[in-house]
């Protein structure tokens, strides 16, 4: 909680994250990362969440804030990008600090390259959001504000 006491969830963008907007648009939109945390921090309001959005695109660093974040955030929304399909050390952070997770993708994953289709980190997720672009993380966050009002 936060000292005003509505819930914090973390956003949490993987590599390459900070290049959209230039970034092969035709697959991820042209939305640029700032204007993607704008919509989700003022959804946020809408939903009595805080909403703190942070990319890295080391493995280490998001290892680091997914642990730091065992004790400030409610929640966590990841877009771990490429590390979805290979890092077991994201799945086990967010396995260890047993915070409510939601995953998301801009892209459907299903419908690219099948070394896409496996995600490490959709057994420790309650769910998982593909497909919808930019609105993957909007529904990810109304689908975890759900289940913390239900939690
Ligand atoms: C992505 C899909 C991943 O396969 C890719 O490596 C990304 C972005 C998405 O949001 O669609 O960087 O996570």
Redesign the pocket.
Known sequence: MTSSDVPSVLVLH????NLLGQ?EPG??GSLTLNEINALLEKEGRVLRLGVRCIQSNHEGELVDTIQQAAATESGLII???????TSVALRDAIAAVEIPTVE??????YR??PF?HHSYIAPVAIGQI??FGYY?YILGLHALANYLENA
């Open positions: 993987g590599p390459n994250l970034r697959i991820y877009n771990a990008a490429a590390y979805t399909h998301v993708h801009l892209s459907n994953i690219r390259e896409r593909s497909g993957s």
